[in-house]
């Protein structure tokens, strides 16, 4: 493929973003538009001041023309946020869980439409700082805990993930490449043959040309 | 086993293991540095990890089991390195013993199974890792450390993407 390797098993943050865009907000129009059938999305029928959920590109098409104002997401709020946080903070082996696009939608919202916010955007901005740092720390401390099977991920958004998939799963090939020695020599021992291990090494191989 | 294509699977076939022939072989001399000679019983040649596999898996004859050349285990699987890497596996010199050392390993491993030498490094990797990851996503923190330049050929490759990614994370988050 012409794609350069790092891109090919992986999304660039600009490109989770766009994914992110795709999330239904709710909006508060000021005018009304007859309903859209595009090929992905259903857009209803606008009437002023009724509220309807819209994908967030819509929505920020609309707000730059002025004729919505988004109603902010229910976590986006300092004292939600702050709540989250404070999880965070009292079981330091999990992650809370927070939206699939929270830190894409907050930065988006934040930019486009900061004036629809509840809370000063500053205040916003902060917390979320703190919420990302803090994950962040935790999931490299997980790191240490990488083994060749299994990860788990529970409550770690699409952002995050990504972030960390180069790494961890070139370690995880890796380790089970590693581990695999052993199991072929004695599936070679018991057999007296070990074509099996060999074909199965070769699918991994393939596999480990996507990371 | 490996990748056809990958030219540090072929470095990593390449890596040298101590020798030892079992039996006297008409014109192989130039491997100690005599052509045109024979190479004698009992001489210890370092020979490439792919040349010493199938000389001493061949069997000579059937009954006696001997093969061609006895391998020593090779300086990278001692029990002198696996100590060193037990002990603190940050600060031993990977990219000398080998730079290709996983790949050596893996190849080392399969060939004579050995759990403890697998299990010493796949811990050396989770810890290596964890520290290249530490150095990747932390620009300021010395790039001209010396563990940086302990890395062997995977883990660079490791360094690089990890820090790329991150790069691109900061440069998201920062327009």
């Not at chain 1, 934040?110 to 919420?131: E, G, N, Y």
């Not at chain 1, 990504?162 to 790494?167: A, H, I, M």
């Not at chain 2, 989770?126 to 996503?137: G, L, M, T, V």
Request: with cysteine; charged share 25%.
């Amino acid at each position: 493929m012409v794609l350069p390797k790092q891109l090919q098993g992986n999304l660039m943050p600009s490109e989770v973003n766009f994914l992110g865009e795709n999330e239904l907000v709710t909006i508060l129009p000021r005018y009304s538009m007859k309903k859209m059938q595009l090929i992905g999305t259903k857009i209803p029928a606008l009437r002023a001041m009724r509220r309807e959920q819209v994908p967030l590109w819509v929505a920020l098409i609309l707000k730059s023309q002025d004729k919505c104002s988004i109603v902010p997401p229910k976590w986006l709020n300092v004292v939600y946020l702050k709540d989250k946080y404070d999880e965070e903070v009292r079981n330091p082996n999990q992650f809370s869980s927070l939206p699939w696009h929270w830190l894409e939608i907050s930065k988006i919202l934040l930019a486009r439409a900061a004036d629809d916010l509840t809370d000063p955007s500053h205040q916003l901005r902060s917390i979320l700082q703190d919420l990302r740092e803090i994950r962040l720390v935790k999931s490299r401390k997980g790191l240490k805990e990488l083994n060749e099977s299994n990860i788990v991920l529970n409550g770690l958004s699409l952002l995050e993930i990504n972030e960390l998939r180069p790494f961890v799963l070139t370690v995880m090939n890796k380790l089970r490449q590693l581990h695999d020695t052993n199991n072929e020599q004695t599936a070679a021992d018991t057999n007296g043959n070990d074509s099996d291990g060999m074909a199965d090494d070769d699918d991994y191989d393939d596999e480990g040309a996507y990371v | 086993m490996g990748n056809y294509y990958d030219l540090d699977d072929i470095l990593a076939d390449g890596e040298k293991v101590p020798c030892r022939f079992n039996m006297t072989v008409p014109g192989l001399g130039y491997l100690e540095g005599n052509p045109g000679k024979q190479i004698h019983k009992d001489s210890k040649v370092e020979l490439p990890f792919w040349l010493a596999q199938i000389l001493a898996i061949c069997v000579l004859q059937e009954e006696s089991g001997q093969s061609f050349v006895d391998i020593a285990a090779p300086e990278a699987v001692s029990t002198k390195v696996l100590n060193a890497i037990k002990t603190s596996s940050t600060s031993v010199d990977l990219h000398k013993l080998a730079p290709n050392y996983y790949k050596f390993i893996e190849r080392w491993c399969s060939m004579y199974s050995d759990p403890d030498a697998t299990n010493t490094v796949m811990q050396m990797l989770k810890e290596r890792a964890f520290e290249i990851n530490n150095y990747a996503s932390n620009l300021t923190k010395g790039i001209n450390n010396e563990f940086l330049y302990s890395l062997d050929e995977f883990e660079k490759k490791l360094y690089k993407q990890t820090s790329e990614s991150n790069k691109q994370m900061r440069n998201w988050l920062r327009d």
